[in-house]
Nanobody
Framework: QLQLVESGGGLVQAGGSLRLSCVSS????????IGWFRQAPGKEHEGVSC????????YYADSVKGRFTISRDHAKDTVYLQMDRLTAEDTGTYYC??????????????????????WGRGTQVSVSS
């Protein structure tokens, strides 16, 4: 059972940066597509960025393209989400999710948050304007 733990959130001023981390308390992340999602107060979950297990390809929501960067560190078995030029609209709880290659593609993973099912604790990101 893949269980992921998110960290790195915090309070930052608009225009600032944060780096979120996603680690596994079980199997290595190398076996999975990994996606970052967020939920703003009063809104549905939204796919932010996903990275492929197979070729390292990435997907970004239009709202974060050019500002966020997803990456893997295989040595540390960690997936990061580097968030730059943050705005108040980026405020929310951020979650990472892993899915096996056989079950989905990164585009499907990122664009269908309703299919995720259950969410971990997440990490809170608050951007003050």
């Amino acid at each position: 059972q893949l269980q992921l733990v998110e960290s790195g959130g915090g309070l930052v001023q608009a225009g600032g940066s944060l780096r979120l981390s996603c680690v596994s308390s079980g199997p290595t992340l190398d076996y999975y597509h990994i996606g970052w999602f967020r939920q703003a107060p009063g809104k549905e979950h939204e796919g932010v960025s996903c990275i492929s297990r197979t070729d390292g390809s990435t997907y970004y929501a239009d709202s974060v393209k050019g500002r966020f960067t997803i990456s893997r560190d295989h040595a540390k078995d960690t997936v990061y989400l580097q968030m730059d030029r943050l705005t108040a609209e980026d405020t929310g709880t951020y979650y990472c999710v892993g899915r096996s290659v056989a079950r989905t593609t990164i585009q499907a993973l990122c664009t269908r948050p309703a299919d995720v099912g259950s969410w971990g604790r997440g990490t809170q990101v608050s951007v003050s304007s």
